[in-house]
C-alpha cells in the first residue's frame, strides 16, 4: 500500500499555508485530478474485493444515457490500466457526482432546474 502524502506536513516544510483545495475541471488535467483522487480515497477491503471508498455505504440506481455510460466505461479502463485496477463505471460516475456536488453552489443548482423547467414548458 502506498504511503499517504501528509499535506499539512509538506506546506510546513516549505515555510507555506494551506488555503483550501485547488481542483482541475476537466481535460489532461481534470483528469490526473480523478486520478488522484482514486488513489487518495480508494481502499481494498480487508477481506479483499475490488478497491473502494470505505464512506460509501449507500448504494442507489443512477439513470444514464448509453453515451454517458459509454464514456464513463472508457474513462474508467483508461484510468484502471495507468493505474493498474479495475475500476467500474459507476465508481468513476460516483467521484464525479462527489466532486460536482462538493464544488456547486445550491443557488448554481436552482438555475440547473429553473433551465430544465422552461425547456419542460
Do not use: C
Amino acid at each position: 500500500m502506498k504511503a499517504r502524502i501528509d499535506m499539512d506536513k509538506i506546506a510546513k516544510g516549505l515555510g507555506a499555508e494551506r488555503r483550501g483545495r485547488v481542483s482541475a475541471s476537466g481535460g489532461y488535467f481534470g483528469a490526473m485530478q480523478l486520478v488522484a483522487d482514486l488513489e487518495t480515497r480508494f481502499r481494498v477491503p480487508k477481506g479483499g474485493g475490488r478497491p473502494t471508498v470505505p464512506g460509501w455505504t449507500t448504494k442507489r440506481v443512477l439513470p444514464l444515457s448509453e453515451d454517458s455510460l459509454r464514456r464513463l466505461e472508457r474513462l474508467a479502463k483508461r484510468i484502471g490500466e495507468m493505474k493498474q485496477v479495475h475500476l467500474e463505471p459507476m465508481q468513476v460516475a460516483a467521484l464525479l457526482l462527489e466532486a460536482a456536488i462538493a464544488n456547486i453552489k445550491e443557488e448554481d443548482a436552482e438555475k440547473l432546474l429553473e433551465g430544465r423547467r422552461k425547456k419542460a414548458d
